[in-house]
């Protein structure tokens, strides 16, 4: 990543992860867990988590890959790789975890290894190229890469409902272009195919991941809604530079989820992609 996104997940937004990483971990981890259980860990087996937060899925997969294996998750923010550091260190059986705060596309990585794995990790190249490059290359010969990202805005109104509704009350840039770094960067299943085989990967696969979330119980409105904004950086940037218009924001966010409401709880459309694919097998 570049400096610009170095800054910003070590920043307001890389701080409000950490500061909500239980909830964000319990909203997030069915998706995670679809592209995990096709790249099928297997005890033994040295594993790089990329984009690894707050450390859920490193954690998850030191499980996975138990007795004999080991997994090294990495990350450009700073607090979050703070924070999943000592999250390890609380656990009883994490002595094969390690992480790293490093950027993908210009440091090296401490491979090979034999898989590589991404829960929303990679959505934020500055260059997607050099950033799956790098991947490919730090995989051993036929490694295999799972991530999951995010389909379409429009399939995915978890994201853009209370965003979409404080950014009408705080203003800001408008959103990242299409295939600019940002939660939608890589929605275009045919890009995804040409970005990674461009990258050097082969028997690249896209297909359809989870499609709902659960934010939470409907007594939480205004606390999911102030969550759901400080998992964005667009609109967790407006915030910060706004701070006057904050509550604002998060009460006009917390109406919009109140009309997304399903026997006492918040759910919502949040459309996925599971991508899948190997670094060449030797000739």
């Known amino acids: 990543m570049s400096a610009t996104q170095a800054e910003l997940w070590s920043g307001p937004v890389g701080r409000s992860w950490v500061r909500n990483a239980r909830m964000y971990d319990t909203i997030l981890e069915p998706?995670?867990?679809?592209?995990?259980?096709?790249?099928?860990p297997s005890p033994g087996h040295r594993v790089?988590?990329?984009g690894c937060g707050t450390g859920a899925t490193t954690l998850e997969i030191g499980r996975r890959v138990r007795p004999g294996g080991t997994v090294v998750g990495v990350d450009v923010s700073r607090p979050m790789i703070e924070f999943a550091q000592a999250r390890a260190a609380d656990e009883a059986d994490a002595d094969?975890?390690?992480?790293?705060?490093?950027?993908?596309?210009s440091d090296p990585l401490p491979g090979p290894f034999d898989a590589a794995f991404s829960r929303m990790g990679v959505m934020?190249?500055?260059?997607?190229?050099?950033?799956?490059s790098a991947i490919a290359s730090a995989l051993r010969t036929g490694g295999r890469f799972a991530f999951v990202c995010y389909a379409a805005p429009a399939a995915n109104p978890f994201i853009t409902v209370p965003t979409g509704a404080a950014l009408a009350r705080l203003g800001g840039p408008p959103p990242p272009p299409p295939g600019g770094p940002g939660p939608f960067a890589l929605a275009d299943p045919g890009?995804?195919?040409?970005?990674?085989?461009?990258?050097?990967?082969?028997?690249?696969?896209?297909?359809?991941g989870p499609d709902e979330v659960i934010l939470g119980p409907v007594e939480d409105l205004d606390d999911i809604a102030r969550q759901a904004l400080e998992q964005n950086p667009q609109a967790m940037m407006a915030m910060t530079a706004n701070p006057g218009a904050r509550e604002d924001a998060v009460a006009a966010a917390a109406a919009a989820l109140g009309d997304h409401v399903t026997d006492g709880e918040v759910r919502m459309g949040a459309k996925t992609w599971v991508v899948e694919a190997r670094s060449p097998r030797s000739t």
């Open 96 to 105: 094969n975890v390690e992480f790293a705060r490093l950027d993908v596309e």
């Open 124 to 132: 934020f190249f500055e260059g997607p190229v050099a950033g799956f």
């Open 191 to 208: 890009y995804v195919h040409s970005l990674l085989e461009s990258a050097g990967f082969e028997s690249v696969s896209v297909s359809p």
């Open 31 to 40: 998706l995670g867990r679809a592209a995990l259980d096709r790249l099928e």
């Open 48 to 50: 790089l988590d990329i």
